[in-house]
């Protein structure tokens, strides 16, 4: 079935699952609806999006995945790859311990360009508000998990994401290109190492250049989900944005679209028979 929660995510939980594989897709979403007060009226959310990641994975579509989560909100309402108490005290000047000291935690209050997200901090309701949206995504990504692992004694959590094929200046790598796909499972902690090696292994052999973990290990998805000793594995999949859209216009091109949707389409069918 097909939950719609408030129009801050989708979900569809198979009643019976037939695959040990979830997906999750967590930055796609532009929606602010009922958010735009906090928000400066300049912002353009498509910047930072995960733009088209659902239509790659074909959620919702004919020969897509049968067990996903994906966000409809941007990820300026609130990421739903951070710790929801990972806030500047600037953002939410009323949390008790706030930690964030790079402006891009749960609550972002710059772009990856430096431009300013917020047109005032929010106050400790409206962070609550939020938190409550991060909670049902979190609740939903473990019940699915959960029913993979009692039907198959293992669960597969691919996380879904695209990255500029350049670091920006508020980036770790600031100025250098990217590989194509970078896999992440912070440092072998949130899957089998033979899950990221099957996942380079499948891009390679498709002709796309892989670096696993570099910039990116995975965020709180990974970390909070990610329990190889309960045989419950997580990888975050990041792609270069360049591979299937126009990174200036957000215009996708449909060759790099269907690509794509091809590699994964056949990744996912692969990891169903992947014994963990």
């Known amino acids: 079935m097909v939950d719609f929660v408030e129009g801050t995510f989708n979900a569809r939980l198979a009643a019976e699952p037939t695959t040990p594989v979830v997906v999750s897709v967590p930055h796609a979403g532009v929606r602010t609806a009922g958010y735009d007060q906090a928000l400066s009226p300049e912002l353009d959310v498509r910047g930072d999006a995960d733009l088209y990641v659902d239509r790659l994975y074909r959620l919702g579509q004919e020969g897509g995945p049968e067990t996903w989560i994906a966000a409809q909100v941007s990820r300026f309402v609130c990421d739903l790859n951070r710790d929801p108490d990972d806030v500047g005290a600037g953002v939410v000047p009323e949390h008790p311990s706030p930690r964030n000291n790079d402006g891009r935690g749960f609550i972002w209050a710059v772009t990856t360009i430096g431009a300013p997200t917020l047109a005032r901090p929010l106050s400790l309701d409206e962070w609550r508000g939020r938190t409550a949206i991060h909670a049902a995504y979190h609740e939903a990504i473990t019940r699915a998990l959960s029913r993979a692992r009692d039907r198959f004694g293992y669960a597969i959590l691919v996380d879904g994401h695209s990255m500029p094929s350049r670091g920006r200046s508020g980036h770790t790598d600031t100025g250098r290109d990217r590989a194509d796909i970078v896999p992440g499972d912070r440092d072998g902690q949130s899957c089998a190492p033979a899950l990221t090696d099957f996942v380079r292994a499948h891009f390679l052999r498709n002709g796309f250049s892989v670096r696993p973990n570099e910039p990116y290990k995975g965020g709180f998805i990974t970390t909070h989900h990610g329990r190889p000793a309960d045989r419950i594995h997580a990888i975050q999949i990041e792609m270069r944005r360049d591979l299937y ?6 215009v996708p091109d449909e060759a ?9 389409g056949e990744l996912l069918a692969q990891l169903r028979t992947l014994a963990l």
């Open 245 to 250: 859209m126009n990174e200036a216009t957000f």
């Open 256 to 264: 790099g679209v269907s690509r794509l949707q091809t590699v994964l």
